[in-house]
């Protein structure tokens, strides 16, 4: 399986956010400190926003930050949210043509695995992400004005 471009966005704002905590943060500045398309960016925020992971406040002193407390955003959870299309196979989806699909167990083996996969992302949480890493990830997005974690 391969999440896609929108959902490694999307947990990279998170943890941006996580890691910055009460301290607000724009869209410019993450598109800047991971390298990536501010215009993609947008739409990632604009999801998350509307799925209520985030807030974003307009105006002078505007900003993006968490919605929610990084305990309670499940990795798996982001992961069904973001992902558009979790049909591993053709045999997945509405349009499936295969001939052998009758007699195929492909299928269900595919979708006990794409199970075992968002059980186990379950298990972790975007706190899970931070923990004694904190610090480095600070230092790798260059934050050096961030507070330590209470």
Do not use: W
């Amino acid at each position: 399986m391969h999440l896609t471009r929108f959902t490694d966005y999307s947990l990279r704002v998170l943890i941006y956010l996580a890691v910055k905590g009460e301290q607000r943060s724009t869209i410019t500045e993450i598109a800047e400190r991971f390298e990536i398309s501010r215009n993609h960016l947008m739409k990632v925020v604009q999801d998350l926003n509307h799925r209520g992971y985030i807030t974003a406040i307009r105006g002078k002193n505007g900003g993006l930050l968490l919605k929610r407390a990084p305990e309670t955003i499940r990795l798996g959870e982001l992961v069904r949210d973001t992902e558009r299309d979790m049909n591993l196979v053709e045999c997945f989806g509405d349009a499936n043509e295969c001939v052998i699909t009758p007699a195929c167990r492909l299928k269900p083996i595919l979708a006990e695995a794409l199970n075992a996969f968002l059980a186990v992302l379950d298990h972790y949480t975007l706190a899970d992400l931070m923990g004694p890493q904190r610090p480095k990830l600070i230092g790798l997005l260059q934050l050096d004005d961030v507070p330590p974690a209470s």
